[in-house]
């Protein structure tokens, strides 16, 4: 080594060892940390995704475990936190089990094959005049096949593995890791999952100051941005559910066109997820297609499912209908890992073609959904619970604050706490929809039955009644001093 005494040599060489050393020693320290933490054999990613999707996920779980039966578990569990539509699943049900129709799914060769992973040509003929026939032209209800076709493209039109993934993907193809996605709160719990697990998107609640119920107005999206913004995030997208979850109204065409021109004037995205579209018992729902006369452009995307119009959320199989064709072009190839299968695209191809049965389906649907809604605000009425009227969903979402030992999100996790363990049932926490008023709470009612749902009503008063009766300290109220809530 020229220049290097002999000292120096020998100087850096044992130095050099004890760095190798030391790197040794510390790996085999780290692999001694991870056995420890039981954390060795998946990556860091895979660590991120160790925590429940849904905050109240092992709840409800529990719940299903020991769930309530009129006449052989009257005492069991009630959910009321799950956002399905139980009530019509025999109706859609009776309709699959035709075997002409699981004939037709099973013996077209094309179903065995590959084909292109945004759906089978054939699907999504169907799905776009579905889509032109409820959302975009409801008043037509006599439109032919070609028509249909001539205002919804069927290229434009794809299937993905439920709205969850559609949305995953889009923020993944619209948007780049750590930008803000503005999402009108309260709003769907899951949805900061779907945005951030794989593209790495951050939600941002806009909050309204004005009525919730009304919808953002442009100053409420135009905070909230700036907001993001002064820390750092490039707001993106903004996605809106409407009808709205978890309060059920029903966003007007002005105030749903307002909201795409301000995203629009910022160079954003807009996905529009009308899940619960169908779904509506008292109002008229005008869909973002027919608000913007079917002019969605690059930057507006509309999604939909059956998940919760007919009630078939294990079917995992959602809709998304955009006029980006490059963005169609990226999610051909994401959807290979996420794509219908071929047999549930027929069955439901069929469906979709079916006006009598749809018309039928939707309209008594909406009957069953009518009759819980008012079953549950009775009850919610007698017990002076407030609540925001709701004209869609399947849900209704109720102010329980005043009832909270302490009005903070401390408060309204005592407050589930008690109703899961004393009157065994469970309601989807505000907290977890990015709700500012601690004790707001929604109400599944049409994930029960009307007798079930009954039956978790009355103890939601024997619990209210208590409470407010006897003014017990909170420190004292535990399932040995209700245990006669059930009765």
């Not at 699981?102 to 003929?125: H, I, K, Q, W």
């Not at 993905?160 to 948007?175: Q, R």
């Not at 409470?467 to 809530?485: A, C, K, Q, V, Y």
Request: include cysteine; proline fraction near 5%; aromatic fraction near 8%.
């Amino acid at each position: 080594m020229s220049g290097v005494t002999g000292k120096s040599a020998v100087f850096f060489s044992t130095l050099a060892l004890v760095c190798i050393a030391q790197k040794k020693w510390n790996s085999k320290s780290r692999r001694r940390k991870q056995r420890a933490d039981g954390n060795h054999d998946i990556s860091q990613r895979g660590q991120s995704l160790l925590t429940p999707t849904l905050p109240y996920i092992m709840d409800y779980l529990k719940c299903l475990q020991d769930h309530c039966d009129p006449y052989t578990n009257p005492r069991g569990h009630i959910p009321l936190c799950m956002s399905e539509n139980k009530l019509i699943i025999e109706l859609l049900g009776v309709r699959l089990l035709q075997i002409e129709t699981a004939s037709r799914a099973f013996s077209d060769s094309s179903v065995y094959c590959y084909n292109n992973t945004l759906g089978l040509p054939g699907a999504r003929e169907a799905l776009a005049y579905f889509l032109a026939k409820h959302f975009l032209c409801p008043e037509r209800t006599n439109m032919t096949f070609g028509d249909a076709l001539s205002c919804i493209r069927p290229e434009l039109v794809c299937y993905g593995a439920g709205a969850s993934s559609l949305i995953s993907h889009l923020a993944l193809c619209l948007a780049e890791r750590g930008d803000a996605v503005l999402i009108p709160a309260p709003y769907y719990a899951a949805f900061d999952v779907d945005l951030k697990i794989i593209s790495g998107c951050i939600a941002v609640p806009v909050h309204c100051k004005g009525n919730p119920s009304e919808g953002p107005t442009p100053r409420d999206l135009e905070d909230a941005a700036l907001a993001a913004e002064a820390k750092g995030m490039r707001v993106r997208m903004l996605l809106i559910t409407n009808p709205c979850n978890p309060i059920g109204t029903i966003y007007t065409p002005e105030v749903m066109k307002e909201v795409i021109e301000w995203a629009r004037s910022r160079d954003m995205h807009s996905i529009v997820d009308e899940i619960y579209a169908l779904s509506t018992f008292d109002g008229q729902f005008e869909s973002i297609l027919r608000t913007l006369n079917n002019e969605l452009g690059d930057n507006v995307h509309h999604i939909w499912a059956l998940s919760k119009d007919f009630g078939a959320s294990g079917f995992r199989m959602g809709t998304l209908y955009t006029q980006n064709e490059k963005l169609l072009r990226s999610l051909a190839n994401l959807n290979i890992f996420s794509g219908v299968s071929h047999p549930m695209q027929m069955m439901i191809a069929e469906i979709f073609l079916d006006d009598n049965w749809v018309y039928d389906f939707l309209h008594q649907a909406r009957e069953k959904i009518r009759y819980s809604y008012l079953l549950c605000t009775r009850m919610l009425d007698e017990m002076v619970i407030p609540f925001f009227p709701a004209k869609a969903g399947i849900f209704v979402y109720a102010d329980f604050s005043s009832l909270l030992p302490e009005p903070t999100a401390e408060g309204e996790a005592k407050f589930a706490s008690l109703l899961l363990d004393a009157a065994r049932i469970i309601m989807t926490p505000g907290a977890a929809q990015h709700d500012q008023k601690p004790g707001m709470f929604r109400i599944c009612y049409c994930f029960v039955s009307p007798e079930l749902l009954m039956m978790a009503m009355q103890r939601l008063d024997n619990i209210i009644v208590k409470i407010r009766t006897h003014r017990i300290h909170w420190d004292n109220l535990t399932p040995e001093s209700m245990s006669d809530i059930i009765a």
